[in-house]
């Protein structure tokens, strides 16, 4: 394939000492619109990072070209075998990279007809779920937990309400118990902490046990259903995507429901237009994902083949991490300022 050019580029970009470091204690200081406002101006709107000591990987800041990183998958793949860093040896198998952007046999790390079949297989599952249950359930467990404050005289709201009341509901759905998420360390694996492998070796081991008892008795629970699937998976398969299934799904609803609780509390006008029926739920929610994405970044891609992409010269087999955070704060298409007069968007 020959080098193509694809997006805005930013000619004359100011010299850099180097790529930002997306690691280590600094990064704390700095909150993360700050940081992407400032690789923006720095270097337009894909810019280049440091996930780990040594490790480099492209940040893609623009909304189009996070777009365009997502859907082209002649130029770009998702499967991290063809990650260089990988290839040349430079992560050890205990990096707490690899189970966050590394190679599973699941439909987010697949390209092709295997991402595409693994795909029907999720979604018609996805699919039996019975939402009038689910909901049922879903207003118990939160009524529970609200009536629990009372006794309780106050209550955070991630670790007393959003976190038990997702982890309750996924558990019931990948048929385990109840205090799994306090178990299964989840957390260390989105973190990317020094536990991170250990987390998600104990996380599949927790998933692939169940899938041979699954078979001969199967239940109401997205496990079985997806070994019941005409079209079969392995138990690897399945227990990798329910992995995949439970690290998106809980972390993300759990800082939607964050991020929406906020947006009504640092903005009078909101709360004002929601109780008085000018803005719903619906738009509510909108408005909290484009504040704030509750997954600021979302699984690689990389090269296939050397490139120029957003003026920026990519190489084969490097890592571009997509970055709808900054792409909703992209000022081409938010505008430079917001006008303050649509409610479901700033």
């Not at 909901?135 to 629990?148: E, F, G, K, N, W």
Request: with cysteine; glycine share 10%; proline share 7%.
């Amino acid at each position: 394939m020959n080098p193509s050019s694809h997006g805005r580029s930013r000619p004359g970009c100011p010299v850099s000492p180097g790529p930002a470091r997306l690691y280590g204690t600094g990064l704390g200081r700095e909150q993360p619109h700050e940081l992407y406002d400032r690789l923006r101006q720095r270097w337009g709107p894909v810019a280049p990072v440091e996930i780990a000591p040594g490790i480099g990987a492209w940040l893609v800041l623009g909304h189009a070209e996070v777009l365009e990183l997502i859907w082209n998958e002649q130029e770009f793949t998702s499967d991290a075998r063809h990650w260089s860093a990988l290839t040349a040896g430079l992560l050890p198998m205990d990096s707490p990279l690899l189970p966050l952007v590394g190679h599973r046999p699941a439909l987010a790390r697949l390209d092709g007809h295997e991402h595409r079949q693994q795909r029907q297989v999720v979604t018609q599952t996805l699919d039996l779920i019975d939402l009038r249950r689910s909901l049922t359930m879903v207003r118990q467990r939160a009524d529970a937990l609200v009536d629990s404050w009372a006794v309780q005289g106050g209550a955070d709201l991630i670790s007393q309400y959003a976190g038990p009341l997702v982890w309750g509901v996924f558990a019931q759905l990948l048929g385990l118990p109840d205090d799994s998420g306090s178990r299964l360390g989840s957390r260390h694996i989105v973190d990317g902490t020094d536990e991170a492998a250990r987390a998600e070796s104990v996380l599949v081991g927790v998933l692939i046990r169940p899938a041979a008892g699954k078979r001969a008795a199967p239940g109401a629970d997205l496990p079985s259903w997806l070994l019941a699937h005409s079209t079969p998976l392995t138990d690897e398969e399945v227990a990798h995507n329910l992995v995949v299934l439970l690290l998106l799904g809980t972390d993300s609803t759990i800082s939607r429901i964050g991020n929406t609780v906020r947006v009504v509390l640092n903005d009078s006008r909101v709360s004002t237009a929601l109780a008085t029926g000018r803005l719903t739920v619906s738009d509510l929610v909108d408005r909290a994902l484009w504040s704030d994405a509750p997954v600021p970044d979302i699984a690689g891609r990389w090269a296939r083949a050397d490139i120029t992409f957003a003026g920026r010269r990519i190489r084969a087999g490097d890592l571009l991490i997509p970055c709808p955070a900054a792409a909703n704060a992209d000022p081409e298409v938010r505008g430079t300022e917001a006008s303050g007069n649509d409610l479901t968007r700033d």
